[in-house]
Nanobody
C-alpha cells in the first residue's frame, strides 16, 4: 500500500513560484507513473502534469505548459511540481497521485489509484 503526502502549498502573489512535494511511503513508487492534479472550488479535478516511472517522459496540461515542471527522485521516493509564474487561476487544492497499474502514463484521474490528501495553493492578484 502506497501512502502519498503532499506539501509545499501556500498563499502567494501572482508571478511568484512554489515547489510542491509528494513524499511516498509504504513501498517504492519508482516503477509507477506519477501525476499531479488540482481541484478548484466548484470545479472538477483536472490533470496538471504526469511523469513516467523513469522520468524520461513528461506531460502537461496546456494551461500550465511552460510554467510548471514535474520531476521525480526515485532514490528518495519523491515527486515534485515546480510552479513558476503563478496566476490566480492556478488557485486550487493540488493532489499527487500514483498509477500502480498499466505501462502507459495516464493523463486522466481514473488512471491513478493512489492519492494524497492534497495541499492548498492560493494565488492572489
Amino acid at each position: 500500500q502506497v501512502q502519498l503526502v503532499e506539501s509545499g502549498g501556500g498563499l502567494v502573489q501572482a508571478g511568484d513560484s512554489l515547489r510542491l512535494y509528494c513524499a511516498a511511503s509504504g513501498r517504492t513508487v519508482s516503477t509507477y507513473s506519477m501525476g499531479w492534479f488540482r481541484q478548484a472550488p466548484g470545479k472538477e479535478r483536472e490533470f496538471v502534469a504526469a511523469i513516467s516511472w523513469s522520468g524520461r517522459t513528461r506531460y502537461y496540461a496546456d494551461s500550465v505548459r511552460g510554467r510548471f515542471t514535474i520531476s521525480r527522485d526515485n532514490s528518495n521516493n519523491t515527486a515534485f511540481l515546480q510552479m513558476n509564474g503563478l496566476i490566480p487561476e492556478d488557485t486550487a487544492v493540488y493532489f499527487c497521485a500514483a498509477q500502480t497499474a498499466g505501462r502507459t502514463t495516464g493523463l486522466g484521474a481514473k488512471s491513478y489509484d493512489c492519492w494524497g490528501q492534497g495541499t492548498q495553493v492560493t494565488v492572489s492578484s
